[in-house]
């Protein structure tokens, strides 16, 4: 039975995945530099990554686009690196060996900060680039320190089995002849689209015939960032580890926060293991989230209100109050959530500013947890230009948001049930006039998870009746390398439900614990 794993990752800057503390040469990633390892699908939130992990918008990037039939600058990957301001990009294509073998081809690469491979079919690969100077010259860059990133077929062919490499079709999980990939993750095998194709079980054929490899198999829209033998989990699927001891397939599935030890086979326990580490921040219980609760304009009672909900368990959360001239001098770099209360968003947003806005997008994208609720909740969302757009949701029914206060009914789905650990699938809970969320569709968002919908509504002072009920009460998201949980409804209003909120800000600083340890 699979264990769903999220380990706690403490991450100080957008680059910076991992501290290396071992000093013996890694089993099965590379000695230098990094991997970013892409599981196919929408990659808006995955390529600010690359390009932090390459060096920025600047360097010299080469994009290989040989295994799509759009293997000119008309290439998707392509045209998305060049949108999101990628300004030296250099395109290498090529059908025949003998040029892949040539110095004038590779000579890009040579020059290189980050190669990216995009997606199509493995075997146009194999046939293009194994065993040739082009092969060559991506192992020297990560050799020199540079980052080697893919997409599906430019996933898989990162590892040294590879998958899905028949010329016939992508359904042949081994194919003789095309069983080799560059082997820049030793003794593996990736898979991709697994959430989306149906390939959950496909692993436990491969192992089957190769036992003594480790598999590894991604989720759309979610990478692994290796480094030495460290894989860090980002985007919004889970990327899931296999591997075959004493016969039997011991398989974890790790979301975005997660870290897995590609040498030992297991999820790293990253506060054991970062606890007193040079240059981290110093070691603490690693129990105890830093929470800078939001006390400024906007937000008058949101504070007493979130610390009351909290200070009960001193040993889990230390809490300070934190004004938005403060989170526009950069004072989140000491916390791991920020808890954006009730109030008026609009004021929120006044107070913070453009400048502020923009911190807590950067505290989030570099790992940090941000917990929205009522206010807090609508200046998340996507929908307005003037919100912090972390999440991928729009306000239903704007016009009648003052739409009253009361007691109403919401249900958790599965997912918020395990979340924020909730054993009744339904619950009253105080309302005031918080957002009706629904799915936005922004481009540059991943889609969020649904943890909890209204299944009673208030519509007072003009609200029309039947547009709450059904819409998202509780919803959580990644964004960057940190999570976001939004409420409408007020849990720490409400005698009885603190531990929603309690398990919320676990959740977002990456503290929750294993389901099945």
């Given at each position: 039975?699979?264990?769903?794993?999220?380990?706690?990752?403490?991450?100080?800057?957008?680059?910076?995945?991992?501290?290396?503390?071992e000093t013996k040469p890694p089993v099965v990633g590379p000695a230098n530099g990094t991997l970013l390892v892409v599981?196919?699908?929408?990659?808006?939130?995955?390529?600010?990554?690359?390009?932090?992990?390459?060096?920025?918008?600047?360097?010299?990037?080469?994009?290989?686009?040989?295994?799509?039939?759009?293997?000119?600058?008309?290439?998707?990957?392509?045209?998305?690196?060049?949108?999101?301001?990628?300004?030296?990009?250099?395109?290498?294509?090529?059908?025949?060996?003998?040029?892949?073998?040539?110095?004038?081809?590779?000579?890009?690469?040579?020059?290189?900060?980050?190669?990216?491979?995009?997606?199509?079919?493995?075997?146009?690969?194999?046939?293009?680039?194994?065993?040739?100077?082009?092969?060559?010259?991506?192992?020297?860059?990560?050799?020199?320190?540079?980052?080697?990133?893919?997409?599906?077929?430019?996933?898989?062919?990162?590892?040294?089995?590879?998958?899905?490499?028949?010329?016939?079709?992508?359904?042949?999980?081994?194919?003789?002849?095309?069983?080799?990939?560059?082997?820049?993750?030793?003794?593996?095998?990736?898979?991709?689209?697994?959430?989306?194709?149906?390939?959950?079980?496909?692993?436990?054929?491969?192992?089957?015939?190769?036992?003594?490899?480790?598999?590894?198999?991604?989720?759309?829209?979610?990478?692994?960032?290796?480094?030495?033998?460290?894989?860090?989990?980002?985007?919004?699927?889970?990327?899931?580890?296999?591997?075959?001891?004493?016969?039997?397939?011991?398989?974890?599935?790790?979301?975005?926060?997660?870290?897995?030890?590609?040498?030992?086979?297991?999820?790293?326990?990253?506060?054991?293991?970062?606890?007193?580490?040079?240059?981290?921040?110093?070691?603490?219980?690693?129990?105890?989230?830093?929470?800078?609760?939001?006390?400024?304009?906007?937000?008058?009672?949101?504070?007493?209100?979130?610390?009351?909900?909290?200070?009960?368990?001193?040993?889990?959360?230390?809490?300070?109050?934190?004004?938005?001239?403060?989170?526009?001098?950069?004072?989140?770099?000491?916390?791991?959530?920020?808890?954006?209360?009730?109030?008026?968003?609009?004021?929120?947003?006044?107070?913070?500013?453009?400048?502020?806005?923009?911190?807590?997008?950067?505290?989030?994208?570099?790992?940090?947890?941000?917990?929205?609720?009522?206010?807090?909740?609508?200046?998340?969302?996507?929908?307005?230009?003037?919100?912090?757009?972390?999440?991928?949701?729009?306000?239903?029914?704007?016009?009648?948001?003052?739409?009253?206060?009361?007691?109403?009914?919401?249900?958790?789905?599965?997912?918020?049930?395990?979340?924020?650990?909730?054993?009744?699938?339904?619950?009253?809970?105080?309302?005031?006039?918080?957002?009706?969320?629904?799915?936005?569709?922004?481009?540059?968002?991943?889609?969020?998870?649904?943890?909890?919908?209204?299944?009673?509504?208030?519509a007072e002072k003009g609200a029309p009746q039947g547009v709450m009920k059904g819409t998202s009460a509780m919803i959580?998201?990644?964004?960057?390398?940190?999570?976001?949980?939004?409420?409408?409804?007020?849990?720490?209003?409400?005698?009885?439900?603190?531990s929603i909120l309690q398990s919320a800000v676990l959740w977002v600083a990456k503290r929750d614990t294993p389901a099945?340890?």
């Amino acid at each position: 039975m699979r264990n769903f794993i999220a380990s706690i990752l403490l991450i100080t800057s957008a680059s910076a995945f991992a501290v290396e503390t071992e000093t013996k040469p890694p089993v099965v990633g590379p000695a230098n530099g990094t991997l970013l390892v892409v599981g196919g699908g929408d990659k808006t939130s995955i390529w600010p990554t690359f390009v932090d992990l390459a060096g920025g918008k600047d360097v010299p990037i080469v994009v290989i686009t040989t295994a799509s039939p759009k293997s000119g600058t008309d290439n998707k990957d392509f045209l998305e690196l060049q949108a999101l301001g990628a300004t030296n990009l250099t395109l290498l294509h090529t059908e025949e060996r003998t040029e892949a073998n040539s110095d004038s081809f590779v000579a890009p690469l040579r020059n290189a900060k980050a190669v990216w491979i995009t997606g199509g079919r493995q075997w146009r690969l194999v046939d293009s680039y194994l065993n040739t100077k082009t092969e060559k010259e991506i192992l020297n860059l990560l050799a020199r320190g540079g980052l080697v990133g893919g997409s599906s077929a430019g996933a898989s062919i990162q590892a040294s089995y590879l998958l899905r490499g028949a010329r016939s079709g992508n359904s042949i999980l081994m194919a003789p002849g095309y069983e080799e990939g560059f082997g820049l993750l030793r003794n593996t095998a990736v898979d991709q689209h697994v959430n989306t194709r149906g390939r959950s079980e496909d692993m436990t054929k491969v192992l089957e015939a190769h036992p003594n490899l480790l598999g590894i198999g991604l989720d759309e829209s979610t990478a692994i960032v290796v480094r030495k033998d460290r894989a860090d989990v980002i985007g919004a699927g889970f990327a899931h580890f296999t591997a075959r001891e004493v016969g039997k397939d011991k398989s974890y599935e790790l979301r975005a926060g997660g870290a897995f030890d590609l040498a030992s086979r297991r999820p790293i326990d990253l506060v054991a293991e970062q606890s007193g580490d040079e240059g981290l921040t110093p070691p603490r219980d690693p129990g105890s989230v830093r929470v800078a609760v939001y006390a400024d304009e906007g937000s008058p009672k949101a504070p007493e209100l979130i610390e009351g909900c909290l200070g009960g368990l001193p040993d889990k959360f230390h809490m300070e109050r934190v004004t938005a001239e403060q989170i526009r001098q950069g004072v989140l770099v000491n916390f791991d959530v920020l808890a954006q209360g009730g109030g008026r968003a609009s004021l929120q947003a006044q107070a913070l500013g453009d400048e502020g806005k923009e911190k807590i997008r950067e505290f989030l994208r570099k790992g940090g947890g941000y917990v929205g609720i009522c206010a807090g909740a609508y200046l998340a969302a996507s929908d307005r230009p003037f919100y912090l757009r972390i999440i991928n949701a729009r306000v239903v029914d704007r016009e009648h948001w003052a739409r009253g206060g009361g007691d109403v009914q919401i249900r958790f789905t599965d997912e918020g049930k395990l979340d924020l650990r909730q054993e009744s699938p339904e619950v009253q809970i105080r309302y005031n006039q918080g957002p009706l969320l629904a799915r936005d569709s922004q481009p540059d968002l991943p889609s969020y998870t649904e943890l909890a919908v209204y299944e009673t509504e208030i519509a007072e002072k003009g609200a029309p009746q039947g547009v709450m009920k059904g819409t998202s009460a509780m919803i959580s998201a990644p964004f960057g390398n940190g999570r976001v949980f939004l409420s409408s409804p007020h849990p720490e209003r409400t005698p009885g439900l603190e531990s929603i909120l309690q398990s919320a800000v676990l959740w977002v600083a990456k503290r929750d614990t294993p389901a099945n340890p």
